[in-house]
């Protein structure tokens, strides 16, 4: 989990800016990669090399087992000997840890103690795939227990660009999410009921300068954006209709590559049309372009959401100013 912490470290970037960005991964994304899911505290560390690297490795005493055949202990690697700090203390405190297993040692750890997470920042343990910071030992685990219990197949993932929870609307992560039922919950609630889904902007970010207004309809317009780009995952009569009901969507956001004019663009008009036309399903045409605007503050570049990447364009029209 450390090196998931240092990717997440929070170099906030602007949107249109550089394209390097903090990865985040959702904690139920762990679970289809692991043969072995446990909780176990840390009983050994010593120093390792692991592919000529300075590492540290780590004996644990499992205490719960959650996925896999019941073992007494695992081992987990870490490289960097600067991890050893934090891990010592930790095995010193008896903090507890859930630990993902894909093969033979562990790859991650979240601990159960908020003393020694790395997620202190948040005020919590982890971050669930529904944006939401789980705080506390028992909430972690039951959320595992439940996951397990639910989505036995998830597999494969999805990253989607978006803020942390309680983070300005412009501090974006990319956040992997794993592919299972839950994941189809999660998408038609992002289309639904964008407004349950709570993120900034925070006081004092620079970008408080647009509007209320601009701020929420851009917050709704990429999660509606993205939660169709989920949902061609599960075609469905039902999935159909809902992704019919937004080929009129007002939702705005900014077209164009750098350096190009900017034109208005209905994104959720054009995720649903696009979404409707991979499962051959024949709808007409919406309008998705506007005319060409100025730069706007709260307005979101479309460009950086993945419909070029998730679905090809096919037969939009452009609106004349």
Same mark, same amino acid.
């Given at each position: 989990m450390r090196a998931l912490a240092c990717l997440a470290g929070f170099l906030w970037l602007a949107l249109g800016g550089a394209q390097v960005r903090p990865v985040y991964t959702a904690i139920e994304s762990h679970v289809s990669n692991a043969q072995v899911i446990c909780v176990g505290t840390i009983s050994k560390i010593e120093d390792a090399i692991v592919d000529g690297h300075a590492a540290i490795k780590m004996t644990v005493a499992v205490t719960e087992m959650l996925k896999g055949d019941p073992v007494a202990t695992v081992t987990a690697l870490r490289v960097g000997r600067d991890s050893k700090t934090h891990y010592d203390s930790a095995m010193r405190a008896g903090a507890a840890f859930v630990w993902f297993v894909p093969k033979d040692t562990a790859r991650v750890d979240y601990?159960? $103690?908020s003393a020694y997470s790395d997620h202190k920042f948040f005020n919590g343990l982890a971050v669930s795939m529904d944006f939401t910071v789980i705080k506390t030992r028992n909430e972690l685990l039951n959320r595992l227990r439940r996951f397990l219990k639910e989505n036995p197949d998830s597999k494969g993932g +999805?990253?989607?660009l978006m803020p942390l929870p309680g983070q300005p609307l412009t501090a974006f992560v990319d956040f992997n999410i794993p592919?299972? #039922?839950? @994941? +189809? @919950?999660?998408?038609?609630r992002m289309i639904t009921k964008p407004d349950s889904f709570l993120f900034g902007p925070q006081k004092?970010? =620079?970008?408080?300068a647009a509007t209320p207004e601009v701020w929420k309809q851009s917050k709704e317009g990429m999660l509606r954006v993205q939660g169709l780009m989920l949902l061609r995952h599960f075609r469905s009569p039902a999935n159909i209709r809902l992704a019919q009901r937004y080929l009129n969507d007002p939702l705005i956001a900014m077209s164009g590559e750098y350096g190009e004019p900017i034109k208005l663009h209905f994104w959720v008009r054009d995720a649903a049309y696009r979404l409707l036309r991979s499962w051959?399903? $024949?709808? =007409?045409? #919406?309008?998705?372009?506007? #005319?060409?605007? +100025?730069y706007r503050i709260g307005l979101f570049p479309s460009r950086e959401f993945g419909l070029d990447r998730n679905f090809a364009p096919r037969g939009l029209e452009d609106l004349t100013p």
């Amino acid at each position: 989990m450390r090196a998931l912490a240092c990717l997440a470290g929070f170099l906030w970037l602007a949107l249109g800016g550089a394209q390097v960005r903090p990865v985040y991964t959702a904690i139920e994304s762990h679970v289809s990669n692991a043969q072995v899911i446990c909780v176990g505290t840390i009983s050994k560390i010593e120093d390792a090399i692991v592919d000529g690297h300075a590492a540290i490795k780590m004996t644990v005493a499992v205490t719960e087992m959650l996925k896999g055949d019941p073992v007494a202990t695992v081992t987990a690697l870490r490289v960097g000997r600067d991890s050893k700090t934090h891990y010592d203390s930790a095995m010193r405190a008896g903090a507890a840890f859930v630990w993902f297993v894909p093969k033979d040692t562990a790859r991650v750890d979240y601990c159960l $103690e908020s003393a020694y997470s790395d997620h202190k920042f948040f005020n919590g343990l982890a971050v669930s795939m529904d944006f939401t910071v789980i705080k506390t030992r028992n909430e972690l685990l039951n959320r595992l227990r439940r996951f397990l219990k639910e989505n036995p197949d998830s597999k494969g993932g +999805e990253s989607l660009l978006m803020p942390l929870p309680g983070q300005p609307l412009t501090a974006f992560v990319d956040f992997n999410i794993p592919l299972c #039922p839950w @994941t +189809e @919950t999660l998408a038609i609630r992002m289309i639904t009921k964008p407004d349950s889904f709570l993120f900034g902007p925070q006081k004092g970010n =620079p970008d408080d300068a647009a509007t209320p207004e601009v701020w929420k309809q851009s917050k709704e317009g990429m999660l509606r954006v993205q939660g169709l780009m989920l949902l061609r995952h599960f075609r469905s009569p039902a999935n159909i209709r809902l992704a019919q009901r937004y080929l009129n969507d007002p939702l705005i956001a900014m077209s164009g590559e750098y350096g190009e004019p900017i034109k208005l663009h209905f994104w959720v008009r054009d995720a649903a049309y696009r979404l409707l036309r991979s499962w051959d399903v $024949e709808v =007409p045409s #919406p309008v998705v372009f506007g #005319p060409v605007i +100025e730069y706007r503050i709260g307005l979101f570049p479309s460009r950086e959401f993945g419909l070029d990447r998730n679905f090809a364009p096919r037969g939009l029209e452009d609106l004349t100013p």
